[in-house]
């Protein structure tokens, strides 16, 4: 895998720059070739413009199927050299061109401790299931939504007066932290899989 990211989202894109900071800063090794939305109206495309980055829209609508489209992403990702997908709000699921374009390649941040509450609207259903602790899961992707192996989690408390807005300020304050982190380990390729586990060479030989 080589350091050349490419980032997908849909949204504002506050994930998006949290890598363009880390990046920045010098706490992660990578370059931004391209940020692809779906939607026209995602101000992180506007972010990325800002920060000197190439990025464009690729409508989701419009296509023959769904497999068309994630084939329409794989050439402009190809087409850059991009060695790693990040996922930063990109409110889709994955299809097999994806996937099979980029294996063990294609990461996301998820605003919540998965397997608890995976797709929309993490930080509601928490709340309404009453659980006290929720967090940010980084993790690969694969062909079910918001699954596949756990790079990092990291742990938000549930304050008794949070609304679904409050948690999801202190999460997202963490994902900030977590995503380029777990980009950067993902990076430096000291790494395996093991069954649903993403194992650390370092973590256990330290042991
Ligand atoms: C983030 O909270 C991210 O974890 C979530 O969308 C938000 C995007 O914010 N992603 C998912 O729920 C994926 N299932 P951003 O556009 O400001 O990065």
Not at 105 to 129: C, E, M, T, Y
Not at 175 to 187: D, I, M, S, W
Request: aromatic residues 4%; hydrophobic residues 45%.
């Amino acid at each position: 895998m080589n350091r050349i990211l490419g980032v997908l989202i849909s949204g504002r894109g506050s994930n998006l720059q949290a890598l363009i900071d880390a990046i920045k800063h010098g706490r992660l090794d990578a370059t931004i070739a391209v940020v692809i939305s779906n939607r026209e109206d995602a101000s992180g495309l506007e972010r990325a413009r800002q920060a000197g980055i190439e990025a464009i829209c690729i409508s989701h609508h419009g296509w023959l199927s769904r497999d068309d489209y994630d084939r329409a992403l794989v050439d402009e990702l190809r087409r850059r050299n991009v060695g790693l997908v990040c996922l930063a709000g990109f409110m889709r699921v994955v299809g097999s061109p994806l996937l099979d374009a980029y294996p063990n390649a294609i990461v996301n941040v998820h605003p919540s401790l998965l397997p608890s509450f995976a797709g929309v609207d993490a930080q509601r259903k928490a709340l309404d299931h009453g659980v006290k602790v929720s967090g940010v899961t980084v993790h690969l992707v694969t062909a079910e939504l918001d699954d596949g192996p756990i790079i990092l989690q990291r742990v938000v408390r549930v304050l008794d007066d949070d609304r679904p807005e409050t948690l999801a300020d202190r999460i997202l304050q963490e994902e900030h932290l977590a995503y380029p982190t777990a980009v950067g380990l993902l990076l430096d390729g000291e790494w395996r899989i093991e069954g649903r586990r993403f194992l650390r060479a370092r973590t256990s030989a330290a042991r």
